[in-house]
């Protein structure tokens, strides 16, 4: 593991064993070593996502749009962002292995689901993917709403549990880089949180409602037709748009 027991890690360039880094709670620290080590006894997942869709349910074109936006402040290149796209679809494959696949718990603020990602099309495809995982056994998504007043995180984390004799860790993201760390004190207070939300999140059976509703807003806000500006009176209209009218010279009034 890119990190020890009983010490935190943060990690804001290149982690042995990673082809790659960025900031989705899907173990993208760990890269490769973390689809390796899932493989070897990682066991189950619980997350919070409050910022983007959590990056185990993302679909490929999500991940990349998500990608492809940072791309001009991070000064990545397209290959850059292809290779963190295929890792991330490479690690989406725990979730759906026919054996023992990766057991799946996470909150999803309700404004994460409202942020358009790569266009209305994109976020839609999203949202089903979202809907298909959630009728997996081993996968549940419920909804935080946003008028619920309940502790909420300010940054996406997510919980990684292991076989014994591996501790769990706990890896949050920060603005520019991201934190693992084993101490068994970090883990237990991301744990309360994680607990203090999905005590007032919706049970599962409601995700569905909840993905269906900011999908439907979605298409209506893009498919509407543009309003047309109206001239109110004393304004003119012209090629670049509504202008007040100024009093000719010759006009009563304008001297």
């Known amino acids: ?69 940072s791309m001009p402040v991070e000064e990545t290149t397209t290959p850059f962002v292809e290779e963190n796209v295929r890792l991330r679809m490479q690690r989406k494959e725990l979730l759906t292995r026919d054996d023992n696949p990766l057991t799946l718990r996470v909150i999803l603020d309700e404004s994460v689901l409202r942020r358009v990602v790569g266009g209305p099309e994109v976020t839609r495809e999203q949202h089903e993917e979202t809907e298909r995982l959630t009728t997996l056994a081993h996968i549940t998504v419920p909804i935080l709403p946003q008028d619920t007043a309940t502790c909420r995180a300010e940054v996406n984390f997510v919980l990684l549990d292991f076989d014994a004799p591996v501790d769990p860790i706990v890896q949050s993201d920060t603005p520019g880089s991201i934190m693992v760390t084993g101490r068994p004190t970090d883990v237990w207070k991301y744990n309360r949180r994680f607990d203090a939300m999905r005590a007032e999140a919706p ?52 001297r």
């Open 1 to 69: 593991m890119p990190c020890g027991h009983g010490r935190s890690r943060r990690c804001a360039g290149g982690v042995p064993g990673a082809a790659s880094l960025d900031s989705v709670p899907s173990g993208p620290a760990l890269g490769n070593a973390a689809v390796h080590g899932a493989r070897s006894g990682r066991v189950g997942d619980a997350g919070v996502a409050v910022l983007h869709i959590f990056g185990l349910l993302q679909t490929e074109s999500c991940t990349r749009a998500q990608f492809m936006a």
């Open 203 to 254: 049970g599962s059976s409601a995700t569905a409602a909840f993905l269906h509703r900011p999908a439907r807003e979605i298409e209506a806000t893009y498919s509407a037709p543009p309003t047309p500006s109206v001239p109110k009176p004393g304004m003119a209209t012209t090629s670049r748009g509504v202008w007040p009218r100024s009093p000719m010279p010759w006009a009563p009034g304008a």
